[in-house]
Nanobody, 127 residues
Framework: QVQLVESGGGLVQAGGSLRLSCAASGRSFSSYGMGWFRQAPGRTGKEREFVAAISWSGSSTSYADSMKGRFTISRDNAKNTVSLQMNSLKPEDTAVYYC?????????????????WGQGTQVTVSS
């Protein structure tokens, strides 16, 4: 089992940058693929929008099309952390961002394969 805690959210102007971090505790962090998802204001239901994912080794990454070129996911297995660097932020990026862990191989994009979730961190982008 792994526990996840996100940090780094906040308020930023359009065009600005934020770096989210996710600290993991528990066993075998390096054996989990990690992902970032988000849920925009007013969206209901459990399913969240895929943002980015990274494999356990860091050798494989996946991005949602609208994030490619703007967001970068990375991980540091020695520090049990995964990060999401977000540049050129837009108002439509406003959401609660969640970190998640999966035992599936690679860098999967599917919400349903992620077993462990953090509580989320709010990102607000003003126009």
């Amino acid at each position: 089992q792994v526990q996840l805690v996100e940090s780094g959210g906040g308020l930023v102007q359009a065009g600005g940058s934020l770096r989210l971090s996710c600290a993991a505790s528990g066993r075998s962090f390096s054996s989990y693929g990690m992902g970032w998802f988000r849920q925009a204001p007013g969206r209901t239901g459990k399913e969240r929008e895929f943002v980015a994912a990274i494999s356990w080794s860091g050798s494989s990454t996946s991005y949602a099309d609208s994030m490619k070129g703007r967001f970068t996911i990375s991980r540091d297995n020695a520090k049990n952390t995964v990060s999401l660097q977000m540049n050129s932020l837009k108002p439509e990026d406003t959401a609660v961002y969640y970190c998640a862990a999966t035992t599936y191989p690679g860098s999967p994009v599917g919400f349903g394969v992620y077993k462990y979730w953090g509580q989320g961190t709010q990102v607000t982008v003003s126009s």
